[in-house]
């Protein structure tokens, strides 16, 4: 069974500042994948960033950054410079990736969620 | 294009109704999604679909009908809904491969009150 913890309800940050949104997961699969969804108040998910559980180094997408620390099992994001428009609903999720016999792969499991507000 | 289209964004039905949620995409995926988001709340899965056909139904009540004619389009037919229902559908897709765990596209939603 996969698990995603996200232990931050809330998140305050000003405008033109960095902000460190943090994911702890669990899983018994021996390879995964680790992603950022971004959920603004229209409700569309968007897609933003994207690590493999064997990647050597973390991800970058512009101004998204994944640490991931394979052995604390943790996949933070981190928003540099951070816009007004960054204010929205932040999901952390993982899916095992496909093997064969497997039929797990389709799910993804999504942590509880981060409301992130960026102030001017 | 990384698009994933729904209608209608709106959907107001009462309980005897019978509508029909539309998700549609042009990337080539093979596998396709629907979830149900209530409010503050992650999405929770539906069903999965790969290479049209069901792979995945989460225990889903039979009131809620999937279907996917071919490989771009997905439905999902409601029927009979409780007003516990009501929520933000959302349709996805992906490539489903075994070479990775592939993203998720998500589609804008559907807004669904059943009264």
């Known amino acids: 069974a996969q698990k995603i913890t996200q232990t931050q309800p809330g998140m305050f940050v000003q405008e033109k500042e960095a902000v460190t949104l943090d994911c702890t997961y669990d899983t018994s699969d021996p390879s995964y994948g680790l992603f950022w969804y971004k959920q603004p108040s229209s409700g569309e998910m968007i897609f933003l960033i994207y690590q493999g559980s064997y990647d050597q180094q973390n991800a970058t997408e512009g101004r998204y950054s994944l640490n991931f620390q394979k052995a604390r099992k943790s996949a933070n994001l981190v928003i540099s410079a951070s816009q007004l428009g960054d204010s929205a609903m932040y999901f952390c999720a993982m899916r095992a990736e496909p093997h064969a016999g497997g039929t797990s792969y389709g799910k993804l499991t999504f942590g509880q969620g981060t409301i992130l507000t960026v102030h001017p | ?115």
């Open chain 2, 1 to 115: 294009d990384t698009e994933v289209t729904q209608t209608p964004k709106h959907l107001v039905m009462g309980m005897t109704n019978k509508k029909s949620l539309k998700c549609e995409q042009h990337m080539g995926h093979r596998a396709m999604y629907w979830y149900k988001q209530k409010a503050k709340k992650p999405p929770e899965l539906m069903f999965v679909y790969s290479y049209e056909k069901l792979s995945i139904n989460e225990s889903v009540p039979s009131r809620f009908s999937p279907e996917c004619p071919n490989s771009s389009l997905l439905n999902l037919h409601l029927h009979a809904l409780q007003p516990e229902d009501s929520a933000l559908y959302l349709c996805a897709s992906s490539q489903d491969s075994s070479g990775r765990a592939y993203e998720q596209y998500f589609g804008p939603g559907t807004r669904l009150t059943v009264t």
